[in-house]
């Protein structure tokens, strides 16, 4: 048996035991099984891949730019050297799962589920899309604000060599090595229970490495062009913050459910509005990624990956940007409790 076949043996058997000791959840973890496996079972040495005449030019190309990201991300980012992304798995499709966000009609608070290795998070995620939203019309049908949303790349947190994945390559290349970069930070640190922390942190990381991956390849439209989608990021996030508040007033009043969902309608399409405006205003051929229509799950789903960026670009910038300094810093609030952890987030943001 190859090393390779004994690794899938070990992750078949963890998957088996873990979905033996969750019964209800069987046949979530058994999907769960399926997908990791393939990942696994299909991937192959980036250096054979590169090698292979089959191979076409353009993938050839990215995959040895891919390479020169990782050795940065250990010299420069100091993000673990270890295996993962030095393998590539092609799964002949644009994503590889699909993640379901969920909230009550009234509320901001997120859904959350509990797993052995990640702990709890505001997500749960499919190998198969048409697993993914039937899950959520059930949810949808309980009366829960839903969104599901396709997933290029994840984290198996170090406990498995994770590959390049082909749906990782049909983005640009400043975006598939930022994502690069976000995968690894999550193999850096990683807070169980606290996915807006994680997300936030990841991202930061993410960004701070592709202006330097821009910068050392000389790249200037690049780091132009990361300056004004940072602009505009913050920009959007602050009118984000500015609509939860107006959107908790609501939830948090005597008005009727009725007047509810109309008040809450009226404040999500003004976001909407506002958040095209900003993104016409800067330029840049972006997507609004606050279009309507807007749901709970959506605003939730932007607030965990963006929503303590502020706090973790002031960390860095206490830092002077120096990398372990940054760490340190992020490492101890990850040992402070939830509630105090939030607590300090909020004042380095403000």
């Known amino acids: 048996m190859t090393k390779q076949n004994r690794l899938i043996v070990r992750v078949f058997l963890l998957f088996v035991l873990v979905a033996a ?3 209800t ?3 979530y973890y058994l999907q769960a099984i399926g997908g990791q496996m ?3 079972r299909k991937r192959r040495p980036l250096n054979e891949v590169i090698g292979d005449d089959t191979t076409p030019v353009e993938l050839r190309d990215r995959l040895r730019m891919v390479q020169e990201a990782r050795e940065f991300a250990v010299e420069v980012l100091l993000l673990p050297q270890n295996k ?3 393998s590539y798995t092609d799964l002949e499709r644009d994503f590889v799962l699909w993640n379901v966000f969920a909230a009550p009609e009234f509320s901001l608070e997120p859904e959350t589920w509990c797993f052995p290795v990640a702990g709890c998070v505001a997500y749960r995620g499919y190998f198969k ?3 993914a939203r039937e899950f959520a019309a059930k949810l949808h049908a309980k009366g829960f604000d839903v969104n599901v949303g396709g997933v290029p790349a994840y984290s198996t947190l170090g406990r498995f060599n994770d590959p390049v994945l082909n749906t990782m390559m049909r983005w640009s290349d400043a975006y598939l090595v930022e994502t690069l970069f976000h995968e690894l930070a999550h193999q850096k640190l990683y807070v169980k229970g606290d996915t807006a922390f994680n997300e936030s942190f990841a991202s930061t990381v993410a960004a701070i490495g592709i202006e330097r991956w821009s910068k050392r390849r000389e790249i200037s439209d690049d780091v132009e062009k990361r300056r004004l989608f940072a602009e505009l990021q913050a920009e959007i996030a602050n009118l984000v913050e500015v609509t939860r508040g107006k959107l908790q007033t609501v939830y948090d009043s005597n008005l009727s ?8 309608r009226l404040i ?3 976001l909407s509005a506002a958040a095209q405006a900003l993104v016409t205003e800067s330029g840049l051929s972006v997507n609004n990624w606050l279009a309507p229509p807007l749901n709970n799950a959506r605003l939730i789903s932007q607030n965990l990956y963006d929503g303590s960026r502020p706090a973790f670009d002031r960390l860095a910038a206490n830092c002077n940007d120096d990398m372990a300094c940054f760490y340190a810093q992020a490492a101890a609030l990850a040992e402070l409790s939830f509630d105090e952890r939030q607590a300090r ?6």
């Open 345 to 350: 987030l909020a004042k380095l943001a403000n």
């Open 268 to 270: 999500l399409d003004k």
């Open 38 to 40: 393939e990942v696994l």
């Open 84 to 86: 993962s992304y030095r």
């Open 25 to 27: 959840e069987g046949c």
């Open 21 to 23: 000791l969750a019964i």
């Open 257 to 264: 459910d009725h007047e509810k969902r109309n008040g809450k």
């Open 129 to 131: 899309e048409t697993k």
